[in-house]
Each structure stands twice: as structure tokens, then as C-alpha cells.
């Protein structure tokens, strides 16, 4: 199986999450979209994250109804912090599966900044979809040297030396985030829309992000 995998604090999940799955399972023809709340991030303030367990929660009612999404706390059973590497690492042992990760162009600019990056291409296949005000070239261009030389020039995407495809995406992630709703629900306003209305109840009964 073809299987998409969309990490994230999911702080809350909302609707640029689930649209770019849905766009990037269609468009390069992927069985399945896994979304894997991420633990404690390395790059994030904790102070403005929810619990583990209400993440996970929300995640999974944002997927529910959806036959080709699944959410996996893999990373929640993991102890200490959320690395890429160790995901797809575990996801890499099943040889009857073909991994591609989905990020934004503005998360591919700041691979360098990750644990073990140069590893990760030789583990999973990249699905870069461009973010508002960043996109595939610009991000590509400020990749170190040494890690662009390792890949070669293919029809519509890169080739890592180790077989792995670098996929610039026609998908465009809508101008949504996790931060503009958390300020929204501090200031006592709605955020109806801009997250699946289960989740939206559930911060409510949950009294998170300070509403």
C-alpha cells in the first residue's frame, strides 16, 4: 500500500489538516493518510500544548467518517521527544508498504534543523505541498548543497540516492492554523468552520485553550 503520513502536534487538528490529506491521497494516488500526533514536539513551546490524550482524541474525531484516513498514537507510546526519524523508522520495517511523508514547503526549509535529517530521505519519499508564502523551489534552494547533490533530477520530482522520491505537489495548504484558532478561542470568539464541528465541541466541554 501506498500510505501518506502527516505528522503534527495537531494543537488542534483542523481543516488545512484534513484538506491537504484529502488532496494528497487523490493527487499522487495514496491508499491511505496516516496522521500521527506528535508527543512533545522539539521544535514547539510546550506551555500552549493539550494533552496528549485530547489531541489524540480530537485527531481521531477529525478523521472519523473518512475511510482513508487513520490516526496512530505511535508517537504518544513513545517515551521522550517526537522525532521524525524514529516515525518513519518504525514505519520503514514493513516492507509490503511505500511511505511517503507530507509536509509543507515551509517544514522542508527547516529540515535541516531535525534529528538525523539526511537520514530521513532514505527512509520515506517526500510529498511537499506548497504553504502560504513559501514554495517548493524557495525551500529547495536554501537546503544545504550537501544534501541536494544526493539527488538527481527525474520527471516532476527528485530522486534520492537511495531510490526515495523529493515530490513537489500541485496541492496547496489552505491558510489555516492551529495558532490563529487557539487565539481566536483566548479572545472568547467562534472558530466554527475553521475546524470539524466535533472537534470545535469538544475544546468547549474540554475548557481548552483557555475558552
Request: proline share 6%; aromatic share 10%.
Given at each position: ?120 530521505f532514505s527512509l520515506s519519499s517526500f510529498i511537499v505541498v506548497n504553504r502560504p508564502g513559501t514554495d517548493f523551489e524557495t525551500a529547495w534552494a536554501e537546503l544545504p548543497s550537501s544534501l541536494r547533490l544526493r539527488f538527481r533530477q527525474g520527471d516532476g520530482f527528485l530522486a534520492h540516492s537511495s531510490s526515495h522520491l523529493l515530490i ?44
Amino acid at each position: 500500500m501506498k500510505i501518506g503520513i502527516l505528522g503534527g502536534t495537531f494543537n488542534p487538528p483542523h481543516m488545512g489538516h484534513l484538506r491537504l490529506a484529502e488532496e494528497a491521497v487523490f493527487a499522487h494516488g495514496l491508499d491511505r493518510a496516516v496522521f500521527i500526533p506528535a508527543s512533545v514536539p522539539p521544535h514547539k513551546d510546550t506551555k500552549e500544548i493539550a494533552g496528549s490524550r485530547h489531541r489524540l482524541e480530537m485527531t481521531r474525531r477529525a478523521c472519523r467518517g473518512n475511510p482513508c484516513f487513520e490516526v496512530s498514537d505511535v508517537e504518544l507510546t513513545l517515551e521522550g521527544t517526537s522525532y521524525t526519524v524514529k516515525t518513519l523508522q518504525l514505519f520503514a520495517k514493513d516492507p509490503d508498504n511505500e511511505i511517503f511523508f507530507i509536509l509543507g514547503a515551509d517544514s522542508l526549509r527547516e529540515i535541516p534543523t531535525w534529528r538525523d535529517y539526511e537520514e530521513l530521505f532514505s527512509l520515506s519519499s517526500f510529498i511537499v505541498v506548497n504553504r502560504p508564502g513559501t514554495d517548493f523551489e524557495t525551500a529547495w534552494a536554501e537546503l544545504p548543497s550537501s544534501l541536494r547533490l544526493r539527488f538527481r533530477q527525474g520527471d516532476g520530482f527528485l530522486a534520492h540516492s537511495s531510490s526515495h522520491l523529493l515530490i513537489p505537489s500541485p496541492v496547496k495548504g489552505l491558510d489555516i492554523s492551529s495558532t490563529r484558532i487557539r487565539s481566536l478561542l483566548r479572545q472568547g470568539l467562534s472558530i466554527r468552520y475553521l475546524v470539524p464541528e466535533s472537534v470545535r465541541t469538544y475544546i468547549l466541554e474540554n475548557h481548552l485553550y483557555g475558552c
